[in-house]
């Protein structure tokens, strides 16, 4: 049943464009910043392929864990996704070499990104694995000669790797990598409470590097991955978003165990609560136009946290151009001119949010 008010909200709703399907919280790796694989799921109770039937017409579709190539059913998922979304990319460890290389040969348009938080000896004293980087190395090698175009690495930022933020993006340059940045975080998804950046300072300076070296490359979408990286500078400092959240109005999650969330940076300690559950609805608009999800984006609308993900940024980029693509010209021309870009100065994007969003104020708030 749907309320007048939720009827009225929801007309300016359109369905979904994005999802992120959190395949199992089973993982071999043992990272430093992530809590995922001390949390398993029971592989009996994992949403199955057939389950995701249930899921619109998107555009794009991510795939992550935990590890998804730790499931045996991986490709069923995907072959489900692929009727669902045009553009599949699955995040991943890269440690099933062989399982990535066969899901590929039978897939070959989709879309691989692996995890590395450093160069090798960084990258596997934080993921807990002594062979991490070779293995996660040697998938993305064997995929570019195999011919798959949509690949590449990403680096979440932390207390330990900051330095090699420039050298790994040196090296997905030199490969005609894509190459991914974030800073690790608390969330739900990750089961973890006590992620703290304390070096601010040199985490900072060294994404503001890369921001300039973003803004020397010739494609626009550098440039706007500047953007994205002054963004995460933002967020270390502990300021607001340059853009406001909008999760659950274009992208979603779903767990393991079918729950449908707006976001996967939700927190217990502040808010945590599912728009539905895909096994119990007869369609997605069930949910999605429910009562239950017009509250949970309420709840987005205030939400204290500042969290600052591809998941969540990329679609307030591309709904606010016209806000963000003035910066990142006047960004552009002032590279050209041989000029660096002051990272410690935010552009202020005023697009109605609400003022209550990124207020971290404990015990504060009377919106929670």
Not at 232 to 253: D, H, T, W
Request: one cysteine or more; proline letters at 5%.
């Amino acid at each position: 049943m749907t309320c007048e008010s939720c009827k009225k909200c929801n007309s300016k709703i359109q369905m979904p464009t994005d999802v992120s399907v959190i395949t199992t919280y089973r993982c071999q790796m043992r990272c430093k910043m992530c809590n995922i694989w001390k949390n398993p799921t029971k592989k009996s109770e994992e949403v199955q392929a057939k389950d995701l039937e249930i899921l619109p017409q998107l555009k794009f579709a991510n795939v992550t864990g935990g590890e998804p190539f730790i499931r045996q059913d991986l490709e069923d998922i995907v072959e489900v996704l692929y009727t669902k979304a045009p553009r599949i990319v699955i995040s991943t460890s890269g440690w099933w070499v062989d399982r990535v290389i066969k899901l590929a040969e039978r897939f070959p348009n989709i879309g691989i990104r692996v995890s590395i938080e450093g160069l090798e000896g960084t990258n596997n004293f934080l993921r807990g694995r002594d062979d991490g980087f070779e293995r996660g190395m040697k998938t993305l090698k064997t995929l570019h000669e195999m011919g798959v175009k949509d690949i590449g690495f990403g680096q979440t930022l932390s207390n330990w790797n900051s330095n090699d933020l420039i050298p790994l993006y040196e090296l997905a340059l030199s490969m005609n990598f894509e190459f991914a940045t974030a800073a690790f975080h608390n969330s739900y998804y990750f089961h973890k409470e006590d992620n703290q950046i304390s070096n601010k300072e040199e985490l900072c300076d060294n994404i503001s590097k890369l921001v300039n070296r973003l803004l020397k490359e010739n494609h626009p979408k550098s440039w706007f991955r500047a953007f994205f990286n002054l963004g995460l500078i933002k967020y270390i400092q502990g300021g607001k978003r340059m853009l406001p959240c909008e999760a659950g109005s274009v992208n979603f999650f779903t767990d393991p165990w079918g729950e449908v969330y707006p976001c996967n940076g939700l927190e217990p300690r502040y808010w945590q609560e599912s728009m539905g559950n895909i096994h119990n609805a007869k369609n997605f608009e069930e949910i999605w136009f429910s009562e239950q999800a017009q509250k949970v984006r309420e709840k987005v609308r205030t939400c204290p946290k500042n969290c600052w993900m591809v998941g969540t940024a990329a679609p307030v980029m591309k709904k606010y151009i016209a806000q963000v693509a003035p910066w990142v010209l006047k960004a552009k021309l002032k590279s050209m001119f041989g000029k660096e870009i002051d990272c410690s100065c935010f552009p202020k994007f005023d697009v109605g949010q609400d003022p209550r969003q990124g207020d971290l104020r404990l015990g504060e708030r009377d919106s929670l």
